[in-house]
Protein backbone atom coordinates (compact mmCIF):
# COMPACT_ATOMS: atom_id res chain seq x y z
CA UNK A 1 0.00 0.00 0.00
CA UNK A 2 3.27 2.46 0.96
CA UNK A 3 4.64 1.62 -2.57
CA UNK A 4 0.90 2.67 -4.48
CA UNK A 5 0.85 6.27 -2.26
CA UNK A 6 4.22 6.73 -3.21
CA UNK A 7 3.63 6.17 -6.88
CA UNK A 8 0.47 8.12 -6.52
CA UNK A 9 1.96 10.77 -4.69
CA UNK A 10 5.03 10.81 -7.83
CA UNK A 11 2.67 10.71 -10.30
CA UNK A 12 0.55 14.07 -9.03
CA UNK A 13 4.04 16.15 -8.20
CA UNK A 14 4.81 15.47 -12.42
CA UNK A 15 1.36 16.63 -12.78
CA UNK A 16 1.49 19.69 -10.87
CA UNK A 17 5.11 20.48 -12.37
CA UNK A 18 3.82 20.45 -15.51
CA UNK A 19 0.91 22.59 -14.92
CA UNK A 20 3.17 24.93 -13.55
CA UNK A 21 5.53 24.89 -16.12
CA UNK A 22 2.69 25.32 -19.01
CA UNK A 23 2.17 28.56 -20.64
CA UNK A 24 -0.57 30.78 -19.50
CA UNK A 25 -2.20 31.97 -22.68
CA UNK A 26 -4.08 29.57 -25.01
CA UNK A 27 -2.05 31.25 -28.00
CA UNK A 28 0.82 29.63 -26.55
CA UNK A 29 -0.90 26.25 -25.49
CA UNK A 30 -2.26 25.66 -28.35
CA UNK A 31 0.90 26.99 -30.33
CA UNK A 32 3.31 24.38 -28.52
CA UNK A 33 1.01 21.35 -28.90
CA UNK A 34 1.06 22.02 -32.84
CA UNK A 35 4.20 22.78 -33.15
CA UNK A 36 5.58 19.70 -30.79
CA UNK A 37 3.16 17.50 -32.59
CA UNK A 38 4.23 18.44 -36.10
CA UNK A 39 8.03 18.25 -35.15
CA UNK A 40 7.62 14.99 -33.57
CA UNK A 41 5.36 13.82 -36.75
CA UNK A 42 8.15 15.55 -39.23
CA UNK A 43 10.95 13.70 -37.06
CA UNK A 44 8.85 10.54 -37.40
CA UNK A 45 8.30 10.77 -40.51
CA UNK A 46 12.37 11.66 -41.36
CA UNK A 47 13.48 8.13 -40.08
CA UNK A 48 10.84 5.87 -41.38
CA UNK A 49 12.03 7.55 -44.61
CA UNK A 50 16.11 6.57 -44.20
CA UNK A 51 14.90 3.63 -42.56
CA UNK A 52 12.86 2.54 -46.03
CA UNK A 53 15.91 3.87 -47.78
CA UNK A 54 18.60 2.14 -46.13
CA UNK A 55 16.50 -1.58 -46.31
CA UNK A 56 15.88 -0.60 -49.94
CA UNK A 57 19.56 0.21 -50.36
CA UNK A 58 20.83 -3.18 -48.05
CA UNK A 59 18.80 -5.36 -50.41
CA UNK A 60 20.30 -3.81 -53.52
CA UNK A 61 23.59 -4.25 -52.16
CA UNK A 62 22.29 -8.10 -51.45
CA UNK A 63 21.73 -8.57 -54.97
CA UNK A 64 25.13 -6.92 -56.09
CA UNK A 65 27.55 -8.61 -53.30
CA UNK A 66 25.96 -11.83 -54.30
CA UNK A 67 27.03 -11.31 -57.96
CA UNK A 68 30.15 -9.10 -57.45
CA UNK A 69 31.77 -11.96 -54.86
CA UNK A 70 31.01 -14.88 -56.76
CA UNK A 71 32.56 -13.51 -59.77
CA UNK A 72 35.93 -11.76 -57.92
CA UNK A 73 36.10 -15.29 -56.17
CA UNK A 74 36.46 -17.18 -59.35
CA UNK A 75 38.74 -14.60 -60.47
CA UNK A 76 41.32 -15.31 -58.01
CA UNK A 77 41.08 -18.32 -58.19
CA UNK A 78 41.74 -18.87 -62.15
CA UNK A 79 44.49 -16.31 -61.91
CA UNK A 80 48.10 -17.49 -60.91
CA UNK A 81 49.35 -17.57 -57.76
CA UNK A 82 51.97 -14.61 -58.21
CA UNK A 83 49.34 -12.50 -59.06
CA UNK A 84 46.85 -12.56 -56.49
CA UNK A 85 48.03 -10.24 -54.58
CA UNK A 86 48.11 -7.78 -57.13
CA UNK A 87 44.62 -7.86 -57.59
CA UNK A 88 42.99 -8.06 -54.42
CA UNK A 89 42.91 -4.40 -53.79
CA UNK A 90 41.56 -3.90 -56.86
CA UNK A 91 38.59 -6.34 -56.04
CA UNK A 92 38.18 -4.42 -52.71
CA UNK A 93 34.76 -2.43 -52.56
CA UNK A 94 33.09 -0.12 -50.17
CA UNK A 95 31.55 -2.55 -47.57
CA UNK A 96 34.33 -5.49 -48.37
CA UNK A 97 37.82 -6.23 -48.96
CA UNK A 98 39.84 -9.67 -50.22
CA UNK A 99 43.34 -11.14 -48.42
CA UNK A 100 44.95 -13.84 -48.45
CA UNK A 101 45.59 -14.35 -44.71
CA UNK A 102 43.84 -16.51 -42.48
CA UNK A 103 41.51 -13.84 -40.69
CA UNK A 104 40.21 -13.76 -37.37
CA UNK A 105 38.47 -16.17 -35.70
CA UNK A 106 35.22 -15.37 -33.68
CA UNK A 107 31.81 -16.36 -32.89
CA UNK A 108 29.03 -17.21 -35.32
CA UNK A 109 27.19 -14.30 -37.20
CA UNK A 110 24.25 -13.12 -35.44
CA UNK A 111 23.94 -9.50 -36.00
CA UNK A 112 21.01 -8.68 -38.25
CA UNK A 113 22.48 -6.96 -41.30
CA UNK A 114 25.42 -9.29 -41.37
CA UNK A 115 23.07 -12.13 -41.26
CA UNK A 116 21.03 -11.10 -44.61
CA UNK A 117 24.94 -10.49 -46.44
CA UNK A 118 25.77 -14.42 -45.16
CA UNK A 119 22.83 -15.33 -46.98
CA UNK A 120 23.69 -14.07 -50.02
CA UNK A 121 27.68 -14.77 -49.43
CA UNK A 122 26.37 -18.27 -49.24
CA UNK A 123 24.62 -18.10 -52.28
CA UNK A 124 27.40 -16.99 -54.20
CA UNK A 125 30.08 -19.51 -52.90
CA UNK A 126 27.64 -22.66 -52.38
CA UNK A 127 28.58 -25.60 -53.51
CA UNK A 128 31.64 -24.33 -54.76
CA UNK A 129 33.69 -23.91 -52.18
CA UNK A 130 33.48 -24.74 -48.34
CA UNK A 131 33.72 -22.11 -46.40
CA UNK A 132 32.76 -20.46 -42.81
CA UNK A 133 31.70 -16.84 -40.89
CA UNK A 134 32.52 -15.57 -37.72
CA UNK A 135 32.15 -12.72 -36.56
CA UNK A 136 34.92 -10.16 -35.13
CA UNK A 137 35.99 -7.02 -33.49
CA UNK A 138 35.90 -4.35 -35.08
CA UNK A 139 32.21 -2.95 -34.78
CA UNK A 140 28.38 -5.30 -34.27
CA UNK A 141 27.97 -6.17 -37.76
CA UNK A 142 31.52 -6.76 -39.09
CA UNK A 143 32.63 -10.34 -39.94
CA UNK A 144 34.70 -12.39 -42.18
CA UNK A 145 34.49 -15.27 -44.44
CA UNK A 146 36.86 -17.99 -44.76
CA UNK A 147 37.65 -20.38 -47.55
CA UNK A 148 40.22 -21.96 -49.76
CA UNK A 149 40.72 -21.58 -53.08
CA UNK A 150 41.35 -24.89 -55.12
CA UNK A 151 44.74 -24.78 -55.00
CA UNK A 152 44.88 -24.68 -51.17
CA UNK A 153 45.67 -20.81 -50.94
CA UNK A 154 43.13 -19.36 -47.61
CA UNK A 155 40.92 -16.32 -49.10
CA UNK A 156 39.67 -14.44 -46.23
CA UNK A 157 36.84 -11.75 -47.06
CA UNK A 158 36.13 -9.09 -44.76
CA UNK A 159 32.86 -7.40 -44.35
CA UNK A 160 32.40 -3.95 -43.21
CA UNK A 161 28.28 -3.73 -43.87
CA UNK A 162 27.00 -0.40 -43.91
CA UNK A 163 23.75 0.42 -42.40
CA UNK A 164 22.75 2.83 -45.28
CA UNK A 165 24.12 6.08 -47.37
CA UNK A 166 25.72 8.63 -46.01
CA UNK A 167 23.32 11.64 -45.51
CA UNK A 168 23.24 14.71 -47.36
CA UNK A 169 25.27 17.93 -45.47
CA UNK A 170 22.50 20.11 -46.46
CA UNK A 171 19.38 17.67 -44.80
CA UNK A 172 19.57 19.40 -41.67
CA UNK A 173 19.31 22.72 -42.80
CA UNK A 174 16.14 21.59 -44.89
CA UNK A 175 14.70 19.71 -41.92
CA UNK A 176 14.68 23.55 -39.94
CA UNK A 177 13.30 25.02 -43.24
CA UNK A 178 10.38 22.26 -42.99
CA UNK A 179 10.17 23.68 -39.56
CA UNK A 180 9.96 26.75 -40.00
CA UNK A 181 7.53 26.62 -41.94
CA UNK A 182 5.78 24.49 -39.90
CA UNK A 183 5.89 26.73 -37.11
CA UNK A 184 4.70 29.67 -39.17
CA UNK A 185 1.11 27.76 -40.27
CA UNK A 186 0.89 26.91 -36.83
CA UNK A 187 1.35 30.47 -35.71
CA UNK A 188 -1.22 31.35 -38.26
CA UNK A 189 -3.76 29.12 -37.63
CA UNK A 190 -3.82 29.43 -33.95
CA UNK A 191 -3.66 33.22 -34.38
CA UNK A 192 -6.78 32.63 -36.65
CA UNK A 193 -8.47 30.33 -34.15
CA UNK A 194 -8.24 32.73 -30.80
CA UNK A 195 -9.02 35.81 -32.38
CA UNK A 196 -12.55 35.16 -32.23
CA UNK A 197 -12.03 34.13 -28.41
CA UNK A 198 -9.65 37.61 -28.51
CA UNK A 199 -12.58 39.96 -29.65
CA UNK A 200 -14.98 37.99 -27.18
CA UNK A 201 -13.04 38.69 -24.34
CA UNK A 202 -13.10 42.09 -25.84
CA UNK A 203 -16.31 43.04 -26.14
CA UNK A 204 -17.09 41.59 -22.54
CA UNK A 205 -14.40 43.90 -21.00
CA UNK A 206 -16.29 46.53 -22.34
CA UNK A 207 -19.87 45.53 -21.24
CA UNK A 208 -18.96 48.14 -18.47
CA UNK A 209 -21.78 48.53 -15.60
CA UNK A 210 -23.01 51.19 -17.43
CA UNK A 211 -24.43 48.26 -19.76
CA UNK A 212 -23.93 50.27 -22.71
CA UNK A 213 -22.88 47.29 -25.43
CA UNK A 214 -20.45 47.15 -27.84
CA UNK A 215 -21.40 44.51 -30.38
CA UNK A 216 -19.53 41.94 -31.59
CA UNK A 217 -18.98 41.30 -35.57
CA UNK A 218 -20.64 38.94 -36.97
CA UNK A 219 -18.23 37.61 -39.11
CA UNK A 220 -15.84 34.30 -39.94
CA UNK A 221 -16.48 30.73 -39.78
CA UNK A 222 -19.99 29.40 -38.87
CA UNK A 223 -19.23 28.35 -35.21
CA UNK A 224 -17.68 32.44 -34.87
CA UNK A 225 -20.70 33.71 -36.54
CA UNK A 226 -23.24 31.98 -34.18
CA UNK A 227 -20.87 32.38 -31.02
CA UNK A 228 -21.07 36.14 -31.51
CA UNK A 229 -24.79 36.46 -32.07
CA UNK A 230 -25.31 34.38 -28.92
CA UNK A 231 -23.10 36.98 -27.32
CA UNK A 232 -24.71 40.15 -28.72
CA UNK A 233 -27.95 38.73 -27.94
CA UNK A 234 -27.30 38.08 -24.41
CA UNK A 235 -25.97 41.71 -23.95
CA UNK A 236 -29.10 43.04 -25.49
CA UNK A 237 -31.19 41.25 -23.28
CA UNK A 238 -29.58 41.85 -19.91
CA UNK A 239 -29.08 45.38 -21.28
CA UNK A 240 -33.12 45.55 -21.24
CA UNK A 241 -33.62 43.48 -17.64
CA UNK A 242 -31.11 46.43 -16.11
CA UNK A 243 -32.86 49.07 -17.80
CA UNK A 244 -36.30 47.85 -16.81
CA UNK A 245 -35.21 47.63 -13.11
CA UNK A 246 -33.72 51.39 -13.52
CA UNK A 247 -36.68 52.15 -14.96
CA UNK A 248 -38.69 50.97 -11.82
CA UNK A 249 -35.96 52.77 -9.45
CA UNK A 250 -36.45 56.09 -11.13
CA UNK A 251 -40.14 55.55 -11.30
CA UNK A 252 -40.81 54.70 -7.85
CA UNK A 253 -37.77 57.44 -6.81
CA UNK A 254 -39.88 59.90 -8.29
CA UNK A 255 -43.38 59.08 -7.22
CA UNK A 256 -42.22 58.96 -3.71
CA UNK A 257 -41.46 62.90 -4.52
CA UNK A 258 -45.33 63.49 -4.55
CA UNK A 259 -46.53 61.81 -1.18
CA UNK A 260 -43.09 63.36 0.45
CA UNK A 261 -44.07 67.16 0.00
CA UNK A 262 -47.44 66.72 1.02
CA UNK A 263 -46.17 64.96 4.41
CA UNK A 264 -43.54 67.88 4.68
CA UNK A 265 -46.52 70.78 4.51
CA UNK A 266 -48.58 68.65 6.90
CA UNK A 267 -45.97 68.31 9.28
CA UNK A 268 -44.94 71.84 8.99
CA UNK A 269 -48.70 73.00 9.75
CA UNK A 270 -47.73 70.86 12.86
CA UNK A 271 -46.89 72.62 15.90
CA UNK A 272 -43.72 72.80 17.18
CA UNK A 273 -42.61 69.80 19.32
CA UNK A 274 -39.70 67.14 19.31
CA UNK A 275 -42.24 64.80 17.42
CA UNK A 276 -41.98 66.87 15.03
CA UNK A 277 -38.52 67.34 14.57
CA UNK A 278 -38.35 63.58 14.19
CA UNK A 279 -40.28 63.60 11.37
CA UNK A 280 -38.87 66.22 9.84
CA UNK A 281 -35.49 64.14 9.96
CA UNK A 282 -37.23 61.38 8.87
CA UNK A 283 -38.92 62.82 5.63
CA UNK A 284 -35.48 64.67 4.71
CA UNK A 285 -33.88 60.91 4.76
CA UNK A 286 -36.96 59.57 2.25
CA UNK A 287 -36.74 62.98 0.58
CA UNK A 288 -32.60 62.09 -0.04
CA UNK A 289 -33.13 58.53 -1.22
CA UNK A 290 -35.72 59.62 -3.54
CA UNK A 291 -33.38 61.82 -4.95
CA UNK A 292 -30.46 59.84 -5.10
CA UNK A 293 -32.57 56.36 -6.50
CA UNK A 294 -33.50 58.99 -9.73
CA UNK A 295 -29.46 60.12 -10.12
CA UNK A 296 -28.27 56.49 -9.84
CA UNK A 297 -30.90 55.17 -12.68
CA UNK A 298 -29.75 58.41 -14.69
CA UNK A 299 -25.71 57.54 -13.97
CA UNK A 300 -26.64 54.25 -15.24
CA UNK A 301 -28.94 54.33 -18.05
CA UNK A 302 -28.73 58.64 -19.07
CA UNK A 303 -26.95 59.67 -22.09
CA UNK A 304 -23.45 60.38 -22.44
CA UNK A 305 -22.29 64.12 -21.62
CA UNK A 306 -20.10 64.97 -25.16
CA UNK A 307 -16.57 65.26 -24.17
CA UNK A 308 -14.72 68.36 -24.82
CA UNK A 309 -11.41 70.41 -23.83
CA UNK A 310 -11.56 72.24 -20.39
CA UNK A 311 -9.01 73.14 -17.96
CA UNK A 312 -9.67 71.10 -15.03
CA UNK A 313 -7.80 73.47 -12.66
CA UNK A 314 -10.80 75.81 -12.99
CA UNK A 315 -13.41 73.59 -12.52
CA UNK A 316 -12.24 72.34 -9.20
CA UNK A 317 -11.68 75.99 -8.72
CA UNK A 318 -14.91 77.24 -9.24
CA UNK A 319 -16.60 73.89 -7.13
CA UNK A 320 -14.47 75.40 -4.18
CA UNK A 321 -15.00 78.49 -4.23
CA UNK A 322 -18.99 77.48 -4.36
CA UNK A 323 -18.51 75.51 -1.18
CA UNK A 324 -16.70 78.29 0.67
CA UNK A 325 -19.39 80.94 -0.73
CA UNK A 326 -21.87 78.49 1.79
CA UNK A 327 -19.44 78.36 4.59
CA UNK A 328 -18.10 74.85 3.94
CA UNK A 329 -14.35 73.87 4.85
CA UNK A 330 -12.88 72.77 1.41
CA UNK A 331 -9.20 73.41 0.01
CA UNK A 332 -7.91 73.32 -3.43
CA UNK A 333 -4.58 73.12 -4.53
CA UNK A 334 -3.38 71.97 -8.09
CA UNK A 335 -0.82 71.60 -10.64
CA UNK A 336 -1.58 73.85 -13.52
CA UNK A 337 -1.29 72.48 -17.29
CA UNK A 338 -2.91 72.04 -20.47
CA UNK A 339 -6.48 71.43 -21.09
CA UNK A 340 -7.77 67.85 -20.99
CA UNK A 341 -10.75 66.39 -23.10
CA UNK A 342 -13.42 65.25 -20.91
CA UNK A 343 -17.06 65.25 -19.92
CA UNK A 344 -17.13 68.72 -17.22
CA UNK A 345 -20.61 67.87 -16.28
CA UNK A 346 -19.52 64.20 -15.19
CA UNK A 347 -17.23 65.35 -13.53
CA UNK A 348 -18.57 68.23 -10.96
CA UNK A 349 -20.73 65.69 -9.70
CA UNK A 350 -18.02 63.24 -9.11
CA UNK A 351 -15.86 65.28 -7.50
CA UNK A 352 -19.16 66.66 -5.40
CA UNK A 353 -20.47 63.73 -4.28
CA UNK A 354 -16.93 62.93 -3.13
CA UNK A 355 -16.60 66.51 -1.20
CA UNK A 356 -20.44 66.23 0.11
CA UNK A 357 -18.94 62.30 1.20
CA UNK A 358 -15.89 63.77 3.00
CA UNK A 359 -18.03 66.90 4.79
CA UNK A 360 -20.86 64.30 6.10
CA UNK A 361 -18.00 62.87 8.17
CA UNK A 362 -15.06 64.92 8.63
CA UNK A 363 -16.47 68.38 8.43
CA UNK A 364 -13.59 69.88 6.21
CA UNK A 365 -11.77 68.52 2.82
CA UNK A 366 -9.44 69.04 0.62
CA UNK A 367 -9.27 68.73 -3.25
CA UNK A 368 -5.91 68.26 -4.52
CA UNK A 369 -5.20 67.89 -8.43
CA UNK A 370 -1.77 66.34 -9.88
CA UNK A 371 -0.69 65.63 -13.43
CA UNK A 372 0.89 62.92 -14.78
CA UNK A 373 2.69 61.51 -18.46
CA UNK A 374 0.27 61.00 -21.34
CA UNK A 375 -2.31 63.74 -20.15
CA UNK A 376 -3.30 61.55 -16.84
CA UNK A 377 -4.69 63.84 -13.92
CA UNK A 378 -5.35 62.09 -10.41
CA UNK A 379 -7.96 63.99 -8.13
CA UNK A 380 -7.29 63.22 -4.45
CA UNK A 381 -10.26 64.27 -2.19
CA UNK A 382 -8.92 64.10 1.51
CA UNK A 383 -10.59 64.20 4.60
CA UNK A 384 -10.10 63.45 8.09
CA UNK A 385 -12.86 61.73 9.29
CA UNK A 386 -13.08 58.48 10.98
CA UNK A 387 -12.10 56.60 7.33
CA UNK A 388 -13.75 52.89 6.26
CA UNK A 389 -12.26 49.39 7.16
CA UNK A 390 -10.13 48.20 4.79
CA UNK A 391 -12.24 44.85 4.22
CA UNK A 392 -15.26 47.69 3.23
CA UNK A 393 -13.24 49.78 0.89
CA UNK A 394 -14.58 48.12 -2.48
CA UNK A 395 -17.68 47.24 -0.74
CA UNK A 396 -19.04 50.27 -0.22
CA UNK A 397 -19.34 51.35 -4.05
CA UNK A 398 -22.25 49.26 -4.11
CA UNK A 399 -25.60 50.74 -4.46
CA UNK A 400 -27.34 50.88 -1.00
CA UNK A 401 -24.51 49.65 1.00
CA UNK A 402 -24.02 51.09 4.56
CA UNK A 403 -21.12 50.58 7.47
CA UNK A 404 -23.54 51.23 10.27
CA UNK A 405 -20.84 51.86 12.62
CA UNK A 406 -20.34 55.07 10.58
CA UNK A 407 -23.69 55.39 9.35
CA UNK A 408 -26.53 56.56 11.37
CA UNK A 409 -29.51 59.64 12.23
CA UNK A 410 -26.71 62.63 12.36
CA UNK A 411 -25.11 62.05 8.84
CA UNK A 412 -27.69 60.51 7.39
CA UNK A 413 -26.85 58.72 4.15
CA UNK A 414 -28.85 56.47 1.17
CA UNK A 415 -25.56 54.25 0.21
CA UNK A 416 -25.96 55.53 -3.39
CA UNK A 417 -23.62 58.52 -3.28
CA UNK A 418 -20.28 56.49 -3.63
CA UNK A 419 -22.46 54.38 -6.03
CA UNK A 420 -22.93 57.25 -8.32
CA UNK A 421 -20.15 58.26 -8.28
CA UNK A 422 -17.90 55.07 -9.47
CA UNK A 423 -20.21 54.81 -12.31
CA UNK A 424 -20.18 58.52 -13.59
CA UNK A 425 -16.09 58.14 -13.30
CA UNK A 426 -16.52 55.04 -15.62
CA UNK A 427 -18.10 57.37 -18.63
CA UNK A 428 -15.08 59.43 -18.49
CA UNK A 429 -13.17 56.50 -18.48
CA UNK A 430 -11.00 56.85 -15.23
CA UNK A 431 -11.13 55.07 -12.22
CA UNK A 432 -12.25 55.57 -8.88
CA UNK A 433 -10.93 54.16 -5.50
CA UNK A 434 -10.86 54.83 -1.98
CA UNK A 435 -7.84 54.20 0.04
CA UNK A 436 -7.32 55.02 4.41
CA UNK A 437 -4.86 58.02 5.34
CA UNK A 438 -2.34 57.55 7.43
CA UNK A 439 -2.81 59.18 11.23
CA UNK A 440 -6.46 58.66 10.63
CA UNK A 441 -9.02 60.19 7.50
CA UNK A 442 -9.90 58.97 3.69
CA UNK A 443 -8.38 59.73 0.22
CA UNK A 444 -10.80 59.26 -2.24
CA UNK A 445 -8.79 58.84 -5.41
CA UNK A 446 -9.73 59.48 -9.03
CA UNK A 447 -7.41 59.26 -11.72
CA UNK A 448 -8.69 59.95 -15.33
CA UNK A 449 -6.97 59.62 -18.62
CA UNK A 450 -7.99 62.14 -21.82
CA UNK A 451 -10.82 61.40 -23.81
CA UNK A 452 -11.21 60.95 -27.72
CA UNK A 453 -11.68 64.94 -29.09
CA UNK A 454 -15.00 64.72 -30.67
Known amino acids: MSGHAAGGRDVSGVIALLRRLAPASLFARLSFIL ?75 SAPHSTRLMASVTRALAPGYAFSAHAVDGGPERFQVHLR ?21 RLPYMLAGQLALVALACWLAVRLAIKPLRNLAEAAD ?35 YVDERLRILAAISHDL ?33 ARQGIGYARAMHGLLEPARAIDPDDLLDAITLDYRDSGADVGFSSQPGEPV ?3 PGALRRVVTNLVDNGLKYAGQTEIVMERSAGAVIT ?14 LEAVFAPFYRIESSRNRDTGGTGLGLAIARQLALTL ?4 TLHNRPGGGLEARLVLRALDAP
Open 35 to 109: LAGLAAAQFLAAQLTIEERNDVNMGAMIDYIEADVRTAVALIDRLPHAERAAWLPRLARGGYRFSSATGSVGPPV
Open 149 to 169: LSDGQPLTIDFRPRRGLPLSA
Open 206 to 240: ALGPDLRAVRMPEQGPSEVVRAARAFNAMQRRIAA
Open 257 to 289: QTPITRMRLRVDLMDESPQQQRLIEDLQQLEDL
Open 341 to 343: VTR
Open 379 to 392: IRVLDRGPGIPEAA
Open 429 to 432: GGTL
